[in-house]
């Protein structure tokens, strides 16, 4: 796990770490040392402490003009033991629900693994993007799945052409307009 890094192409358009709005804003990565590890494994020092055990996360894009932020994460998404839904909604994304972000796009091809639980939170970070929307592209079908059985396709759009966007080789505007596209077709709006 200590070799797979997140995704660096759009670093020169965004840093959360610079980004005084960012929950991160001033978070420092150690380049020459890893830290962090996940269930006893390594992994790369550029993945960003949100407080869990178990999942780590790197907000990729923020735009605060269309209200939207790209958030790419790693690990294990745990809410059964570690309640990694609320660590992650209290310690990141409501400070960006609060500076007006209401379009997220979750990249998960790195989430491992998922065990749900009270979806609680999730209700409530939908609630709180009454006007914008909630993505998970590119996770892997048994995540998927599992996220299925505890009913979050009620409060997270995933699967189906979602998961074929090829984000990389899009600039983060380019991602939103397809995303946002898909999602309105499915709303039929």
Do not use: C
């Amino acid at each position: 796990m200590h070799t797979i890094e997140p995704f660096y192409n759009w670093i020169e358009a965004y840093s959360a770490s610079e980004d005084e709005r960012s929950p991160l804003y001033g978070a420092e990565n150690n380049e020459n040392e890893y830290t962090h590890t996940i269930y006893g494994y390594y992994i790369h020092p550029q993945w960003d402490d949100i407080d869990s055990e178990t999942l780590f996360i790197k907000i990729l894009y923020v735009d605060y003009h269309e209200n939207y932020a790209v958030i790419e994460l790693i690990g294990e998404w745990n809410d059964t033991l570690n309640n990694d839904i609320m660590t992650l909604k209290r310690n990141v994304l409501d400070l960006m629900i609060g500076e007006g972000i209401n379009h997220y796009i979750l990249i998960g091809e790195n989430v491992f693994n998922f065990h749900g639980s009270d979806d609680s939170y999730y209700e409530e970070w939908f609630e709180e993007v009454e006007e914008g929307w909630i993505a998970a592209i590119g996770f892997q079908e048994f995540v998927v799945q599992e996220m299925q059985q505890f009913h979050l396709d009620y409060y997270i759009n995933f699967g189906g052409g979602l998961d074929k966007i090829p984000w990389r080789t899009l600039a983060p505007p380019q991602l939103f307009n397809v995303v946002d596209s898909m999602i309105q077709r499915r709303l039929g709006a």
